[in-house]
């Protein structure tokens, strides 16, 4: 298999300066493995250290978050079994977002809704840029599930990449009308562009008119001036003058791709939101 082992998170969290307040979320993880119970997915793109529900529980509580939202993450595929057993396990604390093709109908999606999912993801990639793995699904998949996401008031999450949004920004102002829309992680522009660049203007725009959601997260996916990204900060700081009711925050963990040299300290990522 080409999927390349990776880098795992930091075990021992450090606690953040700042106290987080009560209720606090974080609005972004991915749970892996352990792959005897859950196991990773044919046409993967890279293969994880396990990251299970009890070190996702571990590092919340280590900076002090009450809630949090898991995603299903690519080295799991299409099987949400990972997802569904999270937020069965801790119910009073975890909502789910999952990836799925059409394998699955509206009633298991109803069925999911009781356990605790809350949001399909989708994949926007650029055309002829995309990778040579499995990797999400697109909006046709969207019209499909459009009549019982919007039934279940799910959300639908975009992963986009920054280059297409300027031509797919009418598509989610009509998207937005039936099922909020929330775009992953700043974007993933490249913050030495600045804010001025095309596709990060268009999602200001979006995010001012109240057609979009952001999560501020991922500062370490558009910046690589590890550990502080202070070229990123620009970015969030517009995002969040823009709509500060519309932007959430994640920790991303556990950092699926990162380097380890610089791996992301998540009391530190909450220090700097």
Not at 56 to 72: N, S
Not at 99 to 124: E, K, P, S, Y
Not at 147 to 170: F, I, N, S, T, Y
Not at 208 to 224: D, F, L, M
Request: glycine share 8%.
């Amino acid at each position: 298999s080409l999927a390349v082992p990776i880098a795992g998170p930091i075990l021992n969290t450090t606690k953040p300066k700042v106290q987080a307040p009560r209720g606090a979320c974080d609005c972004h993880a991915h749970i892996f493995g352990p792959p005897d119970r859950f196991p990773y997915s044919q046409g993967r793109g890279y293969t994880p250290p396990d990251a299970p529900l009890e070190l996702h529980l571990k590092m919340l509580d280590a900076i002090g978050c009450e809630r949090g939202v898991v995603v299903q993450g690519n080295a799991h595929g299409y099987d949400n079994s990972v997802i569904l057993d999270a937020v069965t396990r801790a119910p009073t604390r975890l909502r789910g977002v999952c990836i799925t093709d059409t394998r699955v109908n509206a009633d298991d999606l109803r069925r999911w809704h009781q356990l605790g999912v809350r949001g399909l993801r989708f994949h926007m990639h650029k055309p002829g840029e995309h990778p040579g793995y499995v990797r999400g699904v697109g909006l046709d998949v969207y019209e499909a599930f459009r009549p019982v996401m919007r039934e279940l008031g799910w959300h639908a999450q975009m992963w986009c990449d920054w280059r297409v949004l300027p031509e797919l920004a009418d598509t989610f102002r009509k998207i937005a009308r039936d099922t909020p829309v929330v775009i992953d992680h700043m974007l993933h522009t490249d913050a030495t562009l600045g804010v001025d660049e095309r596709s990060f203007q268009t999602l200001l725009k979006l995010l001012g008119e109240g057609a979009c959601w952001v999560k501020v997260s991922g500062a370490y996916r558009v910046s690589t001036r590890y550990p502080d990204y202070p070229d990123a900060r620009p970015l969030h700081e517009a995002l969040v003058r823009t709509n500060p009711d519309q932007v959430v925050w994640g920790t991303d963990w556990p950092h699926a791709l990162v380097d380890a040299a610089m791996m992301p300290d998540d009391g530190k990522l909450m220090d700097l939101f």
